[in-house]
């Protein structure tokens, strides 16, 4: 998923679920810092995984994504 469509679907989440499952109304501005706050977690955590491919385990860095995700909320 690009890192701008996966911005927009972690903010639409936030407001989504905020409101239909806790009843809580947020302003797209809310959302949008919730958003950054949870990239941010996920940068600061285990933001990479191990596969395994023809060349063996290997690890998969993907912060460079993240990042980008980031840099795409900012801008929303």
Do not use: C, F, P
Not at 20 to 30: A, W
Not at 59 to 72: A, F, P
């Amino acid at each position: 998923m690009e890192a701008k469509d996966k911005a927009k679907q972690l903010v639409n989440k936030i407001k989504t679920n905020l409101w239909e499952k806790r009843n809580i109304k947020i302003t797209l501005e809310d959302a949008i810092v919730l958003a950054h706050l949870t990239v941010d977690e996920i940068l600061n955590s285990n933001y990479s995984y191990y596969d395994y491919g023809g060349d063996g385990w290997k690890i998969i860095d993907n912060s460079d994504y993240w990042q980008e995700v980031k840099t795409e909320i900012e801008q929303l």
